[in-house]
């Protein structure tokens, strides 16, 4: 990780998080900074990788988009 990169990731730590903590421009900056330093080494990590076969990537989507309509249901059951 560059200098750059490092600085972006220790503007994370000024981040308040918790409920009702509401925005503002320290924890905007501070989500910024989290992105900078960390989208590269997604694209790096998904890059470098096997790439998926399409039966996997139907198969994964469709289990995610049960999951996601099963917690929609079971959310507004209460």
């Known amino acids: 990780m560059n200098l750059v990169r490092s600085i972006a990731l220790s503007m994370m730590s000024g981040l308040m998080l ?26 790096q990590v998904l890059r470098s990788g096997p790439t998926p076969g399409f039966r996997r990537v139907v198969g994964w989507s ?7 309509a099963a917690m929609y249901f079971l959310g507004q059951a209460g």
């Open 18 to 43: 918790g409920v009702l903590k509401g925005s503002s421009l320290v924890a905007i900056l501070a989500t910024v900074g989290l992105c900078i330093a960390l989208i590269p080494l997604g694209v």
């Open 62 to 68: 469709a289990l995610m988009a049960g999951l996601l």
